[in-house]
């Protein structure tokens, strides 16, 4: 596993991750591992419009939209 550093992290940041995880019955290790797995497990904004892009997008044509409006009309 490979080990980060973060260099000139105020204070008082560092106070507040600090008291979050002794909230959270964590060391300050497994409250800052824990957010990061958080962080990278959801998708990021562009990954969720490129998804709902593709889900949303239909093959269909205008000649197909009448054609259903004329079938419905035709069955009234």
């Known amino acids: 596993m490979t080990a980060l550093t973060i260099r000139d ?7 507040t991750l600090k008291i ?15 957010l990061i797995a958080r962080e990278t497990s959801k998708p990021t904004m562009a990954q969720m419009m490129e998804r709902l892009n593709r ?7 205008n000649a197909d939209i ?7 009309r035709a069955g009234r």
């Open 9 to 15: 992290v105020p204070e008082e940041q560092v106070q």
């Open 20 to 34: 979050r995880a002794a909230e959270a019955g964590q060391s300050l290790q497994v409250f800052l591992l824990d």
């Open 55 to 61: 889900e949303t997008t239909a093959e269909i044509s």
């Open 66 to 72: 009448l054609a259903a409006i004329d079938e419905g």
